[in-house]
Each structure stands twice: as C-alpha cells, then as structure tokens.
C-alpha cells in the first residue's frame, strides 16, 4: 500500500516561512492536496491539486510536487496558523491516504 | 454555504452496531461522490470509505472492509455508515465529507479532494 511521510512537527517564529513536506514514492506523478486542521475543528482544505487555493485561503498558503516531495509553503506565518496539516492523495491500490500529519508550532 | 452535519454518534458496547448519518444542504447532493474518515483521539486522519454520486460504485478501506457499510439515500440528501462489530480501536471522532469532482450526469468515480467536510461525530466503543 501506498505511504504518505511527514515529519511529525515543524516549528517556525511569527513572520517567518514554514515549510511542511510529504514523502512518497514518486508523489510527483499524483495529485497532492493539504488540509490544515485546529484543536476541536474538522479539516479544512488549504491546498489542492498540489498548488491550487480554495477560495478564502490567504495567498501565503502556495504548494508545490515533484519527485518524492510535496511541499506546502506557509509564508509569513501568524499565530492563527498554528495546527496540523495533513497532505493527502488518491493511489490506485490503497484508494485514499492520507500522511500522519505535522504539527505546525508558532513560536 | 455547502454544509454537512452528522449526527449518530454515542457510547456503544463492543461487539454492538451503530449507524452514522450525514444529512446535506445547499448542494446537489446527488452530484458528488462522498467519503467517511475518522480520527481516534490524538491521531491522524483515517480515510474509511467513499461512495459514488448515484450509489453505485463504494470502496472501503481494508481496516473495515466486511464490517462497515456505506450507502446514501439522494432523495433525503443523506449519507450513511452502518457500523457493525464494533471494537474498541474504533472509538474515534468520524467525518463525513464531500468529493471535490462534480457528476453532471450518470455515475462518476470519486477522485478528487475533499471539501467541505461536517463537523464530526464522536463514537466511543467501550463496555
């Protein structure tokens, strides 16, 4: 089955740009998207179709894939940006998988 | 705005049934395939099971294939998951959310991603 990795947290100081990665074997050929996730909320699409924004999500969210990494990019980030992301993809044999997870920390 | 509610949720003994239901509003319903994922308490994200627009097509994860069902009802605006045999290890907080790949006629496999997603259901498994 298909494996999603993520280091489980990253943390960056208000203002900077954080840097979120997903690991998989070739990822680069699949569709990536990314969910960001608050204490006590559902998810929420942040990221699609690996660069793509939902509308309402901030410029500052922007992603990128290639090869065995998607990045998501959060630049300048606040305090309100604090939570868990979740990259996401469709693999033929294991349908729907989604990475551990990463804990976004504003110091 | 699009929503999702799902309601069902409670304390149930191992061993017993429980179904989930996830009612819609203000989309068309019957246009978008739809997915259950849950979250045990301090873990990731769990995709379960996903249905297609007409309730045609449905896959389910391996980890609760043959016990867990999904179907919907598009004339109530409805999705559902029945539950069966339920263990302890399925205590978590269950989502329903809707497939990002709109259907404009006949049957469409989900592929897409997942937007929006309801609120959750919590399901706790324990005697």
């Known amino acids: 089955s298909y494996v999603l990795t993520q280091s489980p947290s990253v943390s960056v100081a208000p203002g900077q740009t954080a840097r979120i990665t997903c690991g998989g074997n070739n990822i680069g050929s699949k569709s990536v998207h990314w969910y960001q996730q608050k204490p006590g909320q559902a998810p929420v699409l942040v990221v699609y179709?690996?660069?793509d924004r939902p509308s309402g999500i901030p410029e500052r969210f922007s992603g990128s894939n290639s090869g065995n990494t998607a990045t998501l990019t959060i630049s300048r980030v606040e305090a309100g940006d604090e939570a868990d992301y979740y990259c996401q993809v469709w693999d033929s044999s294991s349908d729907v998988v989604f990475g551990g997870g990463t804990k976004l920390t504003v110091l | 705005q699009v929503q999702l509610v799902e309601s069902g949720g409670g304390v149930v003994q191992p061993g017993r049934s429980l179904r989930l239901s996830c009612a819609a509003s203000?989309?068309?319903?019957?246009?978008?395939?739809m997915h259950w994922v849950r979250q045990a308490p301090g873990k990731g994200l769990e995709w379960l099971a996903v249905i297609s627009n007409d309730g045609a097509n449905k896959d389910y994860a391996d980890s609760v294939k043959g016990r867990f069902s999904i179907s919907r009802d598009n004339s109530k605006n409805t999705l559902y998951l029945q539950m069966n045999s339920l263990r302890a290890e399925d205590t978590a907080v269950y989502y329903c959310?809707?497939?990002?790949?709109?259907?404009?006629?006949?049957?469409?496999?989900?592929?897409?991603?997942?937007?929006?997603w309801g609120q959750g259901t919590l399901v706790t498994v324990s005697s």
């Open positions: 959310a809707r497939d990002a790949v709109y259907c404009s006629g006949g049957s469409c496999n989900p592929r897409g991603w997942f937007d929006p």
């Open positions: 203000r989309f068309t319903f019957s246009s978008y395939g």
């Open positions: 179709d690996d660069s």
